[in-house]
């Protein structure tokens, strides 16, 4: 028996591996399907502000381990935006698992979407390490080289830094997948699970925020978001025809962004008033009102006829996966070159770290294009050969 032979399926296997996929995309395209939905503006334009929070929000926090900006200043900035800017993300890519999982199934397509996650994520985790240790003393943290080689062995148990994020996603990604596919879970079994796993992290396991398991803590607290993203999916990606008329008027949509607006400002109020953690049922709340707010008011900017999202933002959001993997070492080298020529002003250096964070990864993109290592970094697929909106 030749190795082709052996490794070919049983006519049994396929037909139920044909089966499962079937009912994967009659799942994901309920309420008339997914298949074939084109890309959507304003989740281009969400996905850049989540992106831009993320920068804005780790220029901040090295600012404050630099000491230039005063921590009760930062106490305020941090429970604003790092109370729903991740969870904001992960919604948004429920939103596009689900719409990606209409064009090609989850379980013939799980070792494409494992790596483009997990390659960038190693590559760039060294990359970080390697950094880290060269700029020894200028570093905010600094980390010596068996620290450093320690880290990198770990690496499959414990991610470096900002990393945690795409370990978190890959493991949101894979349960619902074979949730989805493999158990054949509704949106609503998925949102519902989802939803009782959120309330275990809440009660028993938000304190846990070290060690090596803290990753599944993390997927404990934000698969929720993923999951309200792949449950709402049909629903906001092309016009239903089963949701009331009333809900698609602009007015309708705008009152709802204001009042979920109002919510996350009361929610941020009390998480101050109390010096409570947004790692909280409190936080919760503030999570999912502001991401819906944002959400909506995306939605209703993008369908208007006045305005039109810039090109700037549709390549960030476009290349958001080499943004969010470069952006940290540009933020710093921002900052140290500011402060060395006598800038110190926290405001001023918070707009320069933004700006170096986000431009300086796009650059060193199209640097690696242009050398043919963008590939091994983790960054070029075929998709990317369409210049705009290279990744969905």
Known sequence: MTY????SPSPIRERSMNTRSADARALAGRRGGLVGTPRQTWIDLARAVALVLVVVGHTERGLVAAGIMPDATADDFDRVIYSFHIPLFFMISGLLFAQSIGR????????????????????????????????????????????????????????????WFLYTLLLCMLVSGLAVEYWRFTPTKLLFWSFVIHLVYLFWLSDLQTGMGLQFVRFGEHQLYFAIGYFLAPSVLFHDASLPERWKD????GAFAILMAVCFLAAVIVLTELDMSYHSAIG???????????????????RGGNWTVPAAVLTISSETLAIFCMHVPFIGA?????VHLGITGAAVLLVAGTVMGLSGPLLALRLMDSLGLSRFAGFRDDRRMQRYGGRS
């Open 334 to 338: 921002a900052r140290l070159a500011m």
């Open 104 to 163: 090609r199934p989850f379980m013939l397509s799980w070792k494409a979407r494992t790596l483009r996650l997990v390659q960038p994520c190693l590559v760039w985790s060294i990359v970080l390490l390697g950094l880290i240790v060269l700029a020894a003393n200028l570093a905010n943290t600094p980390v010596s080289p068996g620290d450093a080689l320690a880290g990198i062995l770990l690496l499959p148990l414990q991610p470096v830094s900002i990393f």
């Open 250 to 253: 602009p007015r309708f949509i």
């Open 4 to 7: 082709h032979q052996a490794r």
């Open 284 to 302: 919760t709340l503030a999570a999912l009102s502001a991401s819906a707010a944002v959400l909506s008011a995306c939605y209703l900017a993008t």
